[in-house]
């Protein structure tokens, strides 16, 4: 759901954007690979060495950037978002840990008229899982002869724990039915892209709905999908305001 913003005619489209790509981790890499294939330029890389404490997000460095994707980490994305909307670069980042500082930065994004799209996720597949999720609670609703949980696995070197889509599934499943608990399971090993899971088991049977992340470019194509969105909007946004139109 928005926070505030307008909104560009449906019909506009955008042909080409320069990005400016802050963080090159796995996701930075993946965003630079498929970019081009999708008619966009890298305007410019931002690694965690040369922008320490956001003092590389400077105005010559983002000159004629359209779009600043933002893949960092908690303790670095506040400073990192302020910065680029200070400048007046929209953003869409898809860290995850911060959002203790959203009320801040929506407040700064409003009086600055500018852009911010943030999202926990950036795979479609993940958000029509999320959706499916809520529905299925709902028709479980007082049925306490099923147990409920969630679990969430990603590589080893993930940082956070629950995952951002982890909590978010949780506080979905919990709006549908608030009598639940859904405790989550986090797994941290090996290479795993990201796998999420909600269950209901009973004595006899279990319902399991799933999300596998095969391959990044599925987030790297959705992170794309929301730039290619954002561009000529003001206000903040998440994904679901590019896949639904804001309603959650």
């Known amino acids: 759901m928005s926070f505030a913003g307008s909104t560009r005619s449906s019909s506009a489209h955008v042909d080409t954007m320069r990005i400016a790509l802050v963080g090159?981790?796995?996701?930075?890499?993946?965003?630079?690979?498929?970019?081009?294939?999708?008619?966009?330029?890298?305007?410019?890389?931002?690694?965690?060495?040369?922008?320490l404490a956001a003092r590389g997000l400077t105005k010559e460095r983002l000159a004629g950037a359209d779009i600043?994707?933002?893949?960092?980490?908690?303790?670095?994305?506040p400073?990192?978002?302020?910065k680029l909307i200070e400048l007046?670069?929209?953003?869409?980042?898809?860290?995850?840990?911060?959002?203790?500082?959203?009320?801040?930065?929506?407040?700064?994004?409003?009086?600055s008229r500018g852009a911010l799209l943030h999202a926990a996720n950036?795979?479609?597949?993940?958000?029509?899982?999320?959706?499916?999720?809520?529905?299925?609670?709902r028709l479980f609703q007082g049925r306490f002869e099923f147990t409920d949980s969630?679990?969430?696995?990603?590589?080893?070197?993930?940082?956070?724990?629950?995952?951002?889509?982890?909590?978010?599934?949780?506080?979905?499943?919990?709006?549908?039915?608030?009598?639940?608990?859904?405790?989550?399971?986090s797994v941290r090993e090996g290479t795993s892209i990201g796998t999420h899971r909600v269950a209901f088991l009973g004595s006899h049977e279990e319902l399991i709905l799933s999300h596998v992340a095969l391959d990044r470019q599925a987030f790297a194509a959705?992170?794309?999908?929301?730039?290619?969105?954002?561009v000529g909007r003001t206000g903040v946004f998440t994904f679901d305001d590019v896949l639904f139109g804001g309603t959650a």
């Open 24 to 51: 090159n981790g796995r996701m930075g890499q993946s965003i630079a690979a498929l970019a081009p294939t999708r008619g966009h330029r890298i305007h410019a890389v931002l690694g965690s060495t040369e922008n």
């Open 68 to 77: 600043a994707l933002e893949f960092t980490r908690p303790e670095s994305a």
């Open 79 to 82: 400073q990192n978002i302020e």
């Open 88 to 111: 007046g670069v929209p953003t869409v980042t898809g860290t995850t840990g911060w959002q203790a500082a959203l009320p801040r930065i929506s407040a700064l994004v409003d009086a």
């Open 122 to 137: 950036f795979s479609v597949g993940v958000h029509l899982f999320l959706r499916a999720a809520e529905d299925i609670a």
């Open 150 to 185: 969630i679990t969430e696995e990603h590589h080893v070197t993930k940082r956070d724990t629950p995952s951002g889509t982890a909590l978010l599934l949780q506080r979905r499943l919990s709006a549908s039915d608030p009598e639940r608990q859904f405790p989550i399971t």
């Open 222 to 230: 959705g992170a794309l999908m929301a730039a290619e969105w954002l």
